[in-house]
């Protein structure tokens, strides 16, 4: 029987947690993270040659997005390590910034305590948990964010308070009008797609049902919109419980392209999406254009999704938005409740034992 995705009965039913209003409030949760990182008492930092943020899962993807949001402008370079091992450059030049929503993440716990043996400066985000514990015992500063999310569903904390932070310490120039229209853009997103608005005249929904029974598969132009197809495919593995999985162009047109022959009666069952942007280099649209002949006849479907606004903020989280929440709608389809992360919390418990 078909999920009518219009009705709160179902959405109660399915979604207890209410992981659909963290979504539907995701601009309330970017002032609030703004907020919270202009009052934090931030240290200067001099001789700072690079930074690296390090983090996993969804409190590494707002490195992701600083990163190839900020390396057009940033005045040094920003890396994102999500292991347990830091890059062998870095030492007591290096700027660590260590996000762990719980405060409890084995690999970026082992992150900071090599970041301290190598004496780098090191500024962390988090809700609490050992690594607030570890900068309280070893003098690191720390912004403590609010707790009670999942962590994939804070991105506006592990998101603005990086921005505000590289733009305080003086690595990006002032983001004053591009904060105000993504803050906007994303607020005329959610207004499109959020629960109240039916189907009909929802893109999110649409989506959703179309992409349900497949394999979504994920296409960004390389650059800054590499991680938001990143963050589609994750989206869709976490609340979705669905296997997706995301490439950039042109880099899959010198491989991947040809593994678009087979297994026919399983590639039958994939969807393709394409992140687009009107910023793409020419040559960029012309291969998604080419694909798209190529990819039609062997895929169930192809779907291009144009990002909107101005300023690359702005278009960047048109698209991460989007995502989150087809992604949310995908889980009710699939009579998914998606708040429970139940392999990862098997893999966390085995590790653990």
């Known amino acids: 029987m078909s999920v009518n995705l219009d009705s709160m009965e179902m959405r109660k039913m399915i979604d207890p947690e209410d992981m659909l209003s963290y979504v539907e409030q995701f601009d309330e949760q970017?002032?609030?993270?703004?907020?919270?990182?202009?009052?934090?008492?931030l240290p200067r930092y001099d001789d700072i040659k690079h930074v690296i943020i390090c983090g996993m899962g969804g409190s590494a993807i707002g490195g992701d997005i600083l990163r190839a949001y900020a390396s057009r402008e940033a005045a040094l370079p920003?890396?994102?390590v999500r292991n347990y091992i830091l890059p062998r450059?870095?030492?007591?030049k290096s700027l660590v910034v260590v996000s762990s929503y719980s405060g409890n993440t084995e690999e970026t716990l082992s992150s900071y305590e090599e970041a301290k043996k190598r004496s780098a400066k090191i500024v962390a985000i988090t809700t609490g948990g050992k690594l607030a514990q570890c900068c309280e015992e070893d003098g690191f500063p720390y912004l403590r964010i609010?707790?009670?999310y999942a962590p994939r569903a804070a991105l506006g904390f592990s998101f603005m308070p990086l921005l505000v932070f590289m733009?305080?310490?003086?690595?990006?120039?002032?983001?004053k009008q591009a904060?105000?229209?993504m803050k906007r853009t994303i607020t005329e997103t959610i207004q499109s797609n959020r629960f109240s608005t039916p189907e009909s005249e929802n893109p999110a929904k649409q989506l959703a049902r179309r992409l349900f029974d497949t394999i979504p598969v994920i296409y960004a132009g390389e650059g800054a919109f590499q991680p938001v197809a990143a963050r589609w495919r994750t989206q869709c593995n976490e609340n979705a419980k669905v296997f997706a999985r995301d490439f950039s162009v042109p880099e899959m047109n010198h491989n991947e392209i040809l593994g678009w022959?087979?297994?026919?009666?399983i590639l039958c069952r994939f969807h393709v999406i394409y992140l687009l942007d009107k910023e793409y280099h020419e040559q960029i649209h012309k291969r998604f254009a080419v694909m798209e002949s190529i990819l039609q006849s062997s895929v169930h479907g192809v779907t291009k999704i144009s990002s909107t606004g101005n300023g690359l903020l702005a278009r960047l989280f048109s698209l991460i938005v989007l995502g989150d929440f087809t992604s949310v709608y995908?889980?009710?389809?699939?009579?998914?409740?998606p708040t429970p992360i139940p392999a990862i919390d098997q893999l966390k418990k085995a590790l653990a034992q």
Do not use: T
Request: glycine share 8%; hydrophobic share 35%.
């Open 261 to 265: 022959k087979n297994p026919a009666s």
């Open 78 to 80: 920003i890396e994102v």
């Open 330 to 337: 995908l889980a009710y389809l699939y009579r998914q409740d």
């Open 179 to 181: 904060i105000a229209e």
């Open 167 to 175: 733009q305080r310490w003086g690595f990006i120039d002032g983001q």
């Open 89 to 92: 450059y870095v030492d007591s």
């Open 146 to 148: 609010p707790a009670g």
């Open 30 to 41: 970017c002032n609030q993270g703004e907020r919270l990182a202009v009052d934090f008492p």
